[in-house]
């Protein structure tokens, strides 16, 4: 340093190089330009990893990193594209089977569902929460190899332990519909909605290829910072990836629950990409085998997870000439955009590679660039859409049969009416559901108040093929009709079960006059 000089010259000498590597954020001066040490830290392949792992945690926690997969905005998108997706039959399934009137559009505490989730969505990424949104598939760790909790664990945390997961939603989700007075009830829908929105940010994150190769990615993320200037909707107009609902259906490969299947269903094992293009695969199975991070090109100097073999370098073709661009075969051929997975850098490069169609020495020769991005985005928005849209197909399911709502009270010749009106619900329980835990009938009072007439155990001898379950309540005397709510909440189908399940059904019986005998 010149005598006289400030340390803050240095920075800013290092600041007009980083400005133009766009990764400056504008803390220089206080922060000793960490984020410009960082990045040229991560290219000395000599560095102590566990002290680079430091140096990351640290940096993650600074307002400016960039640790989340998507920005905020492109959240609530592919949240909204996933809620238009299942919206007529998730809207009646909310009205007709749950009694919400208004269903997506109905009004609970905090706003209206549809809001909620997208809202939701977007809160998933405030500090310090976004350190759990990472799971590498072939290790079955999260950021940092495990030094925080994966994503699939840390949506099935338990009851109380975060407050947004898979677990409270499902709390929430029987409040809803059992709480007493109204109020709770439509707060706990609210709740509900919003910790949906929170758990399909999940899912949108493992569409990101950062979040699956233990790239943490703390001041920039090149697919990022390009969806943030692009628009969900463009990716989807040739329709959305769904999984196979089949996935839901069987015991979980990483942990029981069958939801933690969307992840990952432990089927890639590192070495078997071709197999993560099927419908059966979790959404980072496929995004780990198949796409490259600015900080993961194997055989280019970093320290990010060096045993993350594919896509291998070996196996890219180059797209027709004149175009630098390699692609990618299994995502389609050599002339097909969405195949472009990185671009040769460098007159010489670009020839080597084209005289000889080896790829045997081209270190520190890829890079990703927009063209790229917009082939990962082509090819990975639509799949975050459609397994954000699982989450609430798999969320709400089950459907209850009505066979007879009645509510009969016997009328006099006089006009009178005898005192104790009969309820009357009938129903038939989905053989395939499965369902073993416990069952309750509640009826509303006229101010809105739901009142249980107790709770009793259901197993799968209650419930067989064609069988029906009556409800039968005496001694009621309201002259109108009463809305009532049947709740499972146990184990439940179909297929393998999920523990502490939830299935519902709520109608209106009719005030029927029954002519008293004489």
């Known amino acids: 340093m010149l005598e006289g000089e400030k340390p803050m010259f240095i920075c800013g000498r290092f600041k007009r190089v980083a400005l133009q590597r766009k990764i400056f954020r504008n803390f220089c001066s206080h922060f000793f330009c960490l984020s410009i040490l960082l990045k040229y830290l991560r290219l000395a392949i000599s560095l102590n990893r566990a002290l680079f792992s430091l140096l990351v945690v640290i940096a993650t926690l600074f307002p400016h990193s960039k640790v989340g997969a998507w920005e905020v905005n492109t959240h609530r998108e592919l949240t909204e594209q996933a809620i238009k997706i299942n919206e007529a039959e998730l809207n009646a399934y909310l009205i007709n089977n749950l009694g919400l009137e208004g269903g997506l559009n109905a009004s609970v505490m905090g706003g209206r569902p549809r809001d909620l989730m997208i809202q939701g969505s977007g809160n998933e990424d405030n500090a310090p929460r976004y350190l759990r949104h990472f799971h590498e598939p072939i290790t079955n ?285 009938d129903i038939e329980v989905p053989s395939n559901l499965l369902l073993e835990g416990q069952g309750a009938f509640y009826y509303d009072l006229p101010n809105g108040s739901r009142v249980s007439t107790g709770e009793g155990p259901i197993g799968p001898t209650d419930i067989e093929l064609g069988e029906r379950i009556y409800f039968l309540l005496s001694q009621l005397s309201f002259f109108k009709p009463i809305q009532w709510t049947i709740v499972f909440q146990g184990e439940m189908g179909p297929g393998a079960k999920e523990p502490r399940a939830v299935v519902a059904l709520s109608g209106k019986a009719p005030w029927v006059d029954v002519k008293c005998p004489i």
């Open 141 to 425: 760790r999260g950021l940092l190899n495990g030094t925080f909790d994966s994503s699939i664990n840390w949506s099935l945390r338990a009851l109380g332990d975060q407050e947004w997961s898979w677990s409270d939603a499902r709390e929430y989700y029987f409040k809803a519909l059992t709480s007493e007075s109204k109020d709770d009830r439509d707060k706990y829908w609210g709740k509900t909605f919003r910790a949906l929105g929170q758990v399909m940010h999940l899912l949108q994150d493992s569409a990101n290829p950062s979040h699956v190769r233990d790239d943490p990615h703390p001041f920039d993320d090149g697919l990022h910072d390009y969806m943030e200037r692009k628009s969900v909707d463009s990716y989807i107009g040739g329709g959305i990836f769904r999984p196979n609902p089949s996935m839901l259906e069987q015991v979980g490969a990483t942990r029981a629950e069958p939801f933690s299947n969307l992840f990952d269903r432990n089927v890639y094992s590192g070495s078997n990409p071709q197999v993560t293009l099927g419908t059966d695969i979790g959404v980072t199975e496929y995004t780990n085998a198949n796409f490259f991070t600015d900080d993961t090109i194997p055989g280019q100097a970093s320290i990010f997870n060096a045993e993350i073999k594919y896509p291998t370098v070996t196996e890219l073709v180059p797209a027709p000439i004149p175009s630098p661009y390699l692609t990618l075969p299994r995502l389609g051929s050599a002339a097909f955009f969405g195949a472009r997975t990185a671009k040769l850098t460098g007159n010489k490069a670009v020839a080597k590679f084209l005289l000889t169609n080896t790829n045997l020495d081209l270190l520190g020769q890829l890079k990703l660039d927009d063209v790229v991005y917009e082939a990962q985005a082509q090819n990975l928005i639509p799949r975050a859409v459609g397994y954000s849209a699982a989450v609430l197909s798999y969320f709400f399911r089950g459907d209850i049969l009505l066979k007879k709502s009645e509510y009969r009270m016997c009328s006099n010749p006089d006009g009178t009416f005898q005192p104790g009106g009969h309820l009357e619900v």
